[in-house]
Nanobody, 124 residues
Framework: VQLQASGGGLVQAGGSLRLSCAVS????????WGWFRQAPGKEREFVAA????????YYADSVKGRVTISRDNSKNTVYLQMNSLKPEDTAVYYC??????????????????WGQGTQVTVSS
């Protein structure tokens, strides 16, 4: 499975970005999907996830209400729509695929495949 993340960039606080994760080698319907982020000097942290079955979504408290994860089976792509961005959202964002049970959704150790990351920088 290969994941290609894109859509990052420099945006002012309050702005929006849509990250994309193009999937090849498998279909998006075969996996659970997550977005994680890592800021300099910090550990990789969970942002959002969407389950394979039922499409249920889960969000970190820090982004809840501002971020939406979705998938498009016809385009074999996973998205992360981010609105009302804050400087503290600045990080490298990674998409990842898992087959973990629900309780493992928030732990990056449970993800099998990772994209290369895309930089998001939010200026104040």
């Amino acid at each position: 499975v290969q994941l290609q993340a894109s859509g990052g960039g420099l945006v002012q606080a309050g702005g929006s970005l849509r990250l994309s994760c193009a999937v090849s080698g498998r279909t998006v319907s075969q996996y659970n999907w997550g977005w994680f982020r890592q800021a300099p000097g910090k550990e990789r942290e969970f942002v959002a996830a969407i389950r394979r079955s039922g499409g249920h979504t889960y969000y970190a408290d820090s982004v809840k209400g501002r971020v939406t994860i979705s998938r498009d089976n016809s385009k074999n792509t996973v998205y992360l729509q981010m609105n009302s961005l804050k400087p503290e959202d600045t990080a490298v964002y990674y998409c990842a695929a898992s087959q973990t049970v629900l309780s493992g959704t928030y732990d990056p150790e449970n993800y099998l495949y990772w994209g290369q990351g895309t930089q998001v920088t939010v200026s104040s």
